[in-house]
């Protein structure tokens, strides 16, 4: 797969860590196999994100949309992806968000 979408969101508790587990689950049963390959998860340093490899990232970003945009977290949700093999982040989501990093 050509790049890596990660999901992100603040995170701090126990109860984060429980609701990434529950939102990479559910985002992997949904994801269709065209779009992507859900990839594991971190959790730490204030965030909790999701990595979706994908040769779609916008796509990819979308169906994580479906999937998981009735959870009230999706609310905080930033998004952005890199080709598998740099370094340099394209924002998806906010529209206004400038800057994007994975700690």
Known sequence: MQYIL???WP???????????????????DLPDAHGLVDGHDFGAGQMNIF??????????QDAMTSLGH????VGVRA???PADGDL?????????EVFSVS
Request: proline letters at 6%; hydrophobic letters at 45%; a negative charge.
């Open 6 to 8: 990660v999901l992100q």
């Open 11 to 29: 995170a701090t508790s126990d109860t984060d860590f429980d609701a990434l587990i529950s939102m990479e689950g559910l985002l992997d049963a």
């Open 52 to 61: 979706v490899h994908t040769d779609r990232p916008l796509e990819a970003f």
């Open 71 to 74: 959870d009230p977290r999706w």
């Open 80 to 82: 952005a992806y890199r």
């Open 89 to 97: 982040y394209v924002v998806v989501w906010p529209k206004t968000l």
